[in-house]
């Protein structure tokens, strides 16, 4: 299988990557990206885009694919609903159809969250843009799309939050983040099961478009 990945940098990107490159049915990795991930692997290949919304300029490099993991994600805090919209519904969608003309037989996953609102009609601002996203992208002729909805992701293997919001209460709960994941499989993950969930799926396929915390857990074994 040869993946696609948007997002690397970023903690959950880190995670999927570390999985891709130790999977071996996964032969090669393009990784998007607009900074370098600054990192080499016989599997590993990255191409240097400053400008996401111009993926149209390296179309034919995005051929020959059979997954696209879209890991992008932006803090909604502080954040006006068309800066939000833009960034988290505008880009999705473009990379999407980009990747999707390059290769129409491709799997898309997409990490959206706990609580993404389907109806975008709810309170919450994010909730609704992450909904808008996720019910544009299991429209379009894709030969599957799967919505990650993670809550709680401890990090493992050094990875790190790249949003200092994060960080402090990752750090904090980082002792305590194994039990709950025991007790609240619904509600916690890992950035490890997360990459294999993802590799799973876009190779055997899941029961339904919309993957929760348990069904990340469940589809990482």
């Not at 959206?112 to 975008?120: A, I, K, L, V």
């Not at 601002?125 to 030969?143: F, H």
């Not at 919001?165 to 890992?190: D, E």
């Amino acid at each position: 299988m040869k993946v696609i990945l948007f997002g690397a940098s970023g903690m959950v990107g880190q995670g999927v990557l570390r999985q891709c490159l130790r999977d071996d049915e996964v032969t090669s990795v393009l990784v998007v990206g607009r900074t370098s991930i600054e990192k080499q692997h016989e599997k590993l290949r990255e191409i240097l885009l400053p400008d996401l919304f111009k993926i149209s300029s390296i179309e034919e490099q995005l051929r020959g694919y059979d997954a696209c993991f879209f890991c992008i994600g932006v803090t909604s805090a502080g954040m006006k609903e068309t800066d939000y919209l833009h960034w988290t519904y505008d880009l999705t969608i473009l990379i999407a159809q980009a990747v999707l003309k390059a290769n129409p037989e491709l799997t898309f996953v997409f990490v959206s969250g706990m609580g993404t609102d389907s109806t975008e009609k709810g309170p919450a601002m994010w909730a609704r843009v992450k909904g808008k996203a996720e019910n544009e992208l299991q429209r379009m002729p894709l030969k599957a799309a799967y919505m990650f909805r993670p809550g709680v992701i401890q990090p493992l293997h050094g990875i790190k939050s790249k949003t200092a919001l994060y960080r402090i209460p990752y750090m904090l709960l980082g002792p305590i983040i194994p039990v709950l994941l025991t007790i609240f499989p619904q509600y916690v993950t890992t950035t490890e099961r997360i990459g294999r969930a993802m590799i799973n799926v876009a190779r055997r396929g899941w029961p339904a478009p919309i993957l929760e915390s348990r069904d990340i857990n469940k589809a990482s074994e």
